[in-house]
């Protein structure tokens, strides 16, 4: 789906048609909008093919008049094995016109939560791509805090009774922080790149701006960071927990296991074909009944004194 967007004294305000200078804003991109994009604005196919891989990684680069530049963003995929994931948002920037494109839908490119800030202009290319990377960035960390509620939620479910379905929920939770980490890790260092670069010397680039960029990217990579480290550390608990709870019902088992057989030790030697004294005894059955309970019971005591049952 393609959405045209105009810069206007108020704010960004949407076309139907392209202009001049306007944004284009690609959103899952269908066959006949890409073949508009190569055939009609010239764009490399090999830059759109770079950006619709889902493992491409953060970097610029430069051919003809378009200059690409690929930000690894967060989005949630509630149908997906990992719900918080990364996916490639490419920015090819020409004289005449801006164009973005992402695999799925982003609220990094959102126009209403853009238009707030007080000095976003997309005719200011080098500060749109900017504002995509801290936008993103703030999305790092709204998604890093929700990641960290569904966490401890997880984890006092699993304190109740522990749950195949939660110790998967929480895989979950570790995977979408690695790839948070790879992610973030890439956009700083094309931000790095970014300030070595004509893009970043130029005197358009608002230089709070970029280093607000900045701050905001490290924030996010040392929260990911944190959570995953706290999350490892959760799930190395949990599996000493859940050894330990084994190993306790496995002693458990053993001893009720060693209790049951006094008796049928005992039963079996009175019930052997052998003459024991006991053959014309009527008090017989009763007396070994009684053994054999007494032995037990001696053995739960002796367990019980030893802190074993």
Not at 38 to 53: K, Q
Not at 125 to 136: G, Q
Not at 235 to 250: P, R
Not at 257 to 269: D, E, R
């Amino acid at each position: 789906m393609i959405k045209y967007w105009k810069q206007e004294e108020k704010g960004l305000a949407e076309i139907f048609t392209y202009e001049k200078g306007c944004w284009m804003d690609l959103e899952s991109p269908s066959k006949e909008e890409i073949d508009l994009l190569v055939n009609e604005f010239r764009v490399p196919e090999d830059f759109i093919n770079d950006i619709l891989d889902i493992d491409e990684r953060s970097r610029t680069e430069i051919e003809g008049r378009w200059l690409l530049i690929i930000i690894r963003i967060p989005v949630y995929l509630s149908k997906h094995t990992v719900p918080f994931y990364t996916i490639p948002m490419g920015v090819l920037i020409s004289p005449h016109v801006t164009i973005t494109i992402s695999l799925y839908e982003s609220e990094v490119t959102n126009p209403k939560v853009l238009s707030k800030f007080k000095t976003f202009n997309i005719n200011n290319r080098h500060n749109f791509v900017l504002y995509l990377l801290l936008r993103s960035s703030s999305l790092y960390l709204n998604y890093l805090k929700v990641i960290n509620r569904q966490t401890n939620n997880i984890e006092k479910e699993i304190q109740k009774a522990t749950k195949n379905s939660e110790l998967q929920a929480l895989l979950r939770m570790e995977k979408s922080l690695v790839y948070y980490q790879t992610s973030l890790k890439s956009n700083e260092m094309l931000i790095m790149k970014l300030q070595r670069i004509k893009l970043a010397q130029s005197e358009q680039v608002d230089e709070d701006l970029l280093e607000d960029v900045i701050v905001e990217n490290k924030q996010a990579s040392e929260m990911a960071k944190i959570h995953s480290d706290i999350l490892a550390g959760l799930m190395d608990a949990f599996a000493s927990v859940i050894s330990n709870n084994v190993n306790v019902v496995m002693k458990q088992l053993t001893v009720i296991t060693i209790i049951l057989m006094i008796p049928t030790l005992v039963a079996s030697v009175f019930g052997m074909n052998v003459p024991n004294g006991m053959e014309a005894n009527k008090y017989a059955l009763w007396i070994i009944m009684g053994v054999s309970f007494g032995v037990a019971i001696a053995g739960v005591f002796i367990f019980r004194k030893r802190n074993i049952f």
